[in-house]
């Protein structure tokens, strides 16, 4: 079935470290990624997205780029910052009946950046 | 604008007994959605509601009840809470649940069932 692949956390980091949060699904179709982040007490908010093979998605200084050959969606970002604590999920969405969207989530990982 | 809220934060059960999680949105958002996450699982959909009046199971309803009277609220029901629905409970809406349109989320609910 549909799956996504997150590696496993925590992932501890100095400030100003390179980050890569690896992401690989399984879908049937032609999905769209995600990456939503989770800060501490809050809810989950989209980051990026990319909709088909070879976007790529960035904002607030993170990327990642949709590989169709590999099936992944990678996250990156070259300086992390303290204030990039949180936990990060990747997520596909694919229709379903009705022409809705589901989205299939990963297990997160948790990002810790010390000073 | 407060968004997605979510009420209660934290809850302690006692098995067979029955609540409410409340959510509420203030975006006029017509797709409406509940998500369970568990322990190294990814979050797993409920139940979702494309309007008021309408709702459909999602992967995992089995437990839950839920209705729709409203555009703005979207309470999920456990009739008899099972220790196998602790979990953290989110619950998330976008305006049409169609295309790429971003889907915002509560705080969550932490439900510990003894």
């Known amino acids: 079935g549909d799956s996504v692949t997150q590696m496993e956390g925590p992932v501890t980091l100095s400030e100003e470290a390179f980050l890569t949060i690896n992401c690989t699904y399984t879908a049937t179709g032609y999905p769209s990624l995600f990456w939503y982040v989770q800060y501490p007490g809050e809810g989950l908010q989209l980051l990026l997205k990319a909709t088909k093979a070879d976007d790529k998605g960035s904002n607030k200084g993170f990327e990642a780029t949709y590989r169709k050959e590999t099936t992944s969606f990678h996250l990156e970002k070259g300086s992390v910052q303290v204030s990039d604590s949180a936990v990060y999920f990747c997520?596909?969405?694919?229709?379903?009946?009705?022409?809705?969207?589901?989205?299939?989530f990963g297990a997160g990982t948790r990002l810790a950046v010390h000073p | 604008n407060a968004g997605v809220t979510q009420t209660p934060k934290f809850q302690v059960l006692k098995t067979g007994q029955s609540m409410t999680l409340q959510c509420a949105q203030d975006m006029n958002h017509e797709y409406m959605s509940w998500y369970r996450q568990d322990p190294g699982m990814g979050l797993r959909l409920i139940h979702y509601s494309v309007g008021a009046g309408i709702t459909d199971q999602g992967e995992v309803p089995n437990g839950y009840n839920v209705s729709r009277s409203t555009t703005e609220d979207f309470p999920l029901r456990l009739l008899s809470a099972a220790p196998s629905q602790t979990s953290v409970y989110f619950c998330?809406?976008?305006?049409?649940?169609?295309?790429?349109?971003?889907?915002?989320f509560g705080p969550g609910t932490r439900l510990l069932v003894l």
């Open positions: 997520a596909l969405a694919l229709m379903f009946s009705g022409g809705y969207n589901k989205l299939i």
């Open positions: 998330a809406s976008s305006y049409s649940g169609r295309g790429l349109e971003t889907q915002y």
